[in-house]
């Protein structure tokens, strides 16, 4: 089954740039639509970002021109380029396979915190 390996987070401020990296093993990587979702606490995980095996992108509203995911299939690697972060963007992030409905997947990676605060 996969495995889901974040890192990457921490505490930084407004303004200010993170990467997060995501390990995958357990699947065949390249031609999967992979994903990175958020949570916070007492809310649903929401999808942040997907990208296709053939480079499409999509990136939800509120990140859309500040975030940017990338993949490395030789690398079985995911990333999430976070630039000009603002306080709401704080949430535990974590990737996996994309789907429309993230309930539905079984399998997740302890995810990554990332804070932002002054």
């Known amino acids: 089954q996969v495995q889901l390996v974040e890192s990457g987070g921490g505490l930084v401020q407004p303004g200010g740039s993170l990467r997060l990296s995501c390990a995958v093993s357990?699947?065949?990587?390249?031609?999967?639509?992979m994903a990175w979702y958020r949570q916070v606490p007492g809310k649903e995980r929401v999808l942040v970002a997907y990208?296709?095996?053939?480079?499409?992108?999509l990136h939800t509203g509120s990140v859309k021109g500040r975030f940017t995911i990338s993949r490395d299939n030789a690398k079985n690697t995911l990333y999430l380029q976070m630039n000009s972060l603002k306080p709401e963007d704080t949430a535990l992030y974590y990737c996996?396979?994309?789907?429309?409905?993230?309930?539905?997947?079984?399998?997740w990676g302890q995810g990554t915190l990332v804070t932002v605060s002054s």
């Open positions: 357990g699947i065949i990587f390249s031609p999967k639509t």
């Open positions: 996996n396979l994309y789907s429309i409905n993230p309930g539905n997947l079984e399998v």
């Open positions: 990208i296709t095996p053939g480079g499409t992108l």
